[in-house]
């Protein structure tokens, strides 16, 4: 088995061997990712004369944190229940957690810190609920890992690779997270929203957003499908740096910081910003971002 399975990575192409002296036959499939690599193998070990059942939704998955991209494979798209009009494999990373796609359960802290410090042979599963573009609900398992991966030009970039397998109707899964918030941290944040407001988890190394904690600030370029690439204005990041460094001295800091907007020109936005761990070793920034004259 493990041949086979080595030999359908290789190759990315099913495979169909016999085993065991005819009286056994082992189908390997591929699960591919956008662009190629395959993270996972499907394997159906059964008689001759038996046909292999449909195999259960999965798809594989993986996350440049190195260039702060996220790419779903198309098989991915399927099990999210996406048309494939509409289908996109790459996305910003930030984009993962938004459009409530993703129920996330109480690890949710912990897959973040696994982006933040991308340390490799870190690894980290889960069950969440996936919520489909048809509105139904699935459990979902998922099962990520860190490596480090060569590009063409030399470069070392740190990849986030994954597999996401569809475990059946959320609500008949007890890992599932349930519709509603049942974490009193989650309850707490949907209590302070706030119009006029718009709170963000900020990777205080990159300056890059994570995710949105309430609906996207209307007008800030933050996803991968702008014009150019989300950004803090050049002659703004000095005022960055000293707020980050405020932020590890008194755990809070406050400023006026230009941000790249969706018609690729700068719109000035408001920021508080508050120290969070996202576990014990590791810490990002809670920012709320309000428009200047709103107070």
Known sequence: ???????????GEPLEVAATAGKRRI????????????HGVYVWVGRPDEEPPPRDPAGAWHINVTQHISSRS???????????ENW????DLAELFAYGRLQTNSDESKALALLVNATV???????????????????AHFACRCVEVRTGAGRIERIVRGITHDI?????????PPPAPVLLAQQVLAAEATSGRWRAIVDLRTMRLLRWI???????AWKLDVARRPAIHREDLRTAAKMSEELASSGRACGPLRLRSERDDWMEVSVEAALMLLDQHTIAALVTLTLPDSG
Do not use: F
């Not at 189908?27 to 395959?38: E, N, Q, R």
């Not at 059946?168 to 599932?176: H, L």
């Not at 309430?214 to 800030?220: Q, R, S």
């Open 121 to 139: 042979g870190n690894e980290h599963q889960a069950t969440w609920t996936v919520t489909r573009d048809d509105g139904v609900r699935r459990a």
């Open 168 to 176: 059946g109707a959320a609500d008949s899964v007890p890992a599932a």
């Open 1 to 11: 088995m493990l041949i086979l399975i080595a030999r359908v990575v290789e190759t």
């Open 214 to 220: 309430d609906d996207p600030m209307p007008g800030v």
């Open 88 to 91: 996109r494999n790459q996305h």
């Open 74 to 84: 198309d098989d991915l798209l399927r099990l999210y229940g996406t048309s494939a």
């Open 27 to 38: 189908i390997g499939h591929p699960l591919a990712t956008y662009g190629g690599g395959v």
